[in-house]
């Protein structure tokens, strides 16, 4: 550490942002971020709501797998139970959105604390195994309940409302995804300033030794698993919104490695690496089919090649990133940071 870097108070050492140099550059990319759909076509509109939904869902598994040390294979699960809460209600009331989407999370975390509850007796592996049955468990259910999910059909409604306003476009969808995703963010990072995400990370690092302080394994963990659990359900409800239906397909197994790759690739433990894995992982496939689409004039079967590499280079990205950069795309921006903050004085 830097003489320059040390603080003086407590509240200095926990503030969101240290310097007016960093807040310069947030203010900028909200700027950024708010003028973006007004100058963007349809695609990078679609894009730009895709990466918010992954940010969110991101943050929450981050929640659960890099802070508190808690492997989950089920974020597609919850993400469901999210978007089919949203469904029904959609359906059968005239509940605005906001409070449709705060009920979407509360069902999700309700799930999420049901398949918690083997997080205190295993971990690691196993615990993976656990969240991924739990997942398989609620795609069946969105298949054969049919009187309540349609079935395989699935269910298609309304788009979202509040106060005689309907959000239909895409346009106006970025809006809320954006506006959810930026309070998603700062509620997590102001959780880590708390007992509760102390506790957290104390049991990542060592679980006997939290115990043995006090901290309560099963209450932090299942905490862990419902915040987790409500940002995945929230994510499920924008992502149902965003397409106005929900089938079981729409939450398959691949989506949940999906997240897992994304945290891992953007840096486990740093809500600044879950925002950049989301958004990471959400454009590689975008940029394979371009480039599929520039290789087909040229080579009539790339499709049929380049269909299966998305599983391949997902594998691949995160194999290499625990191997080359284990703390992920966080790292890797950290160090082009303090590479032009010393620049030009660099030896």
């Known amino acids: 550490m830097r003489i320059g870097d040390a603080k003086e108070t407590y509240v200095a050492d926990e503030a969101i942002w240290t310097s007016p140099t960093q807040t310069f550059w947030f203010a900028l990319l909200m700027a950024v971020l708010l003028v973006f759909p007004f100058l963007a076509n349809s695609y990078l509109l679609y894009l730009g709501c895709l990466v918010g939904i992954a940010v969110i869902s991101t943050t929450g598994l981050n929640i659960l797998t890099g802070f508190t040390g808690l492997i989950s294979l089920g974020q597609a699960g919850f993400m469901g139970v999210g978007a089919y809460t949203v469904a029904v209600m959609s359906t059968h009331t005239a509940l605005p959105f906001p409070l449709v989407l705060v009920l979407a999370g509360l069902a999700a975390a309700a799930v999420g604390i049901l398949v918690g509850l083997p997080s205190l007796r295993v971990k690691g592996l196993y615990l993976a195994i656990a969240t991924l049955a739990a997942s398989v ?16 059909e699935g269910m298609s409604f309304a788009p979202a409302h509040m106060f005689g306003f309907t959000f239909r476009s895409d346009f106006a969808m970025y809006f809320i995804i954006l506006s959810v995703a930026v309070l998603a963010l700062f509620a997590a990072r102001n959780l880590f300033r708390t007992r509760v995400g102390r506790a957290f990370i104390a049991i990542r690092d060592r679980d006997i030794s939290a115990e043995i302080l006090g901290i309560s394994l099963l209450k932090y963990k299942l905490m862990s698993f419902a915040l987790s659990s409500f940002y995945a359900g929230v994510a499920g409800g924008l992502f149902a919104y965003f397409y106005r239906v ?17 945290v891992i690739v953007g840096g486990m433990g740093n809500l600044l690496g879950g925002v950049l894995g989301a958004a990471f992982m959400t454009l590689v496939p975008e940029a394979l089919k371009l480039l599929t689409s520039a290789l087909t004039p040229f080579f009539p079967n790339a499709p049929v090649f380049m269909s299966p590499m998305l599983e391949i ?19 890797i921006w950290r160090r082009v940071r303090r590479f032009f903050h010393l620049w030009p004085f660099r030896n």
């Open 246 to 262: 929900v089938t079981p397909e729409s939450f398959p197994l691949s989506m949940s490695i999906f997240y897992l790759a994304a």
């Open 137 to 152: 468990f609620l795609h069946f259910i969105f298949a054969e309940w049919e009187s309540v999910t349609g079935g395989m």
């Open 313 to 331: 280079i997902f594998g691949a990205l995160i194999v290499g990133f625990l191997i080359f950069e284990p703390h992920g795309l966080a790292e």
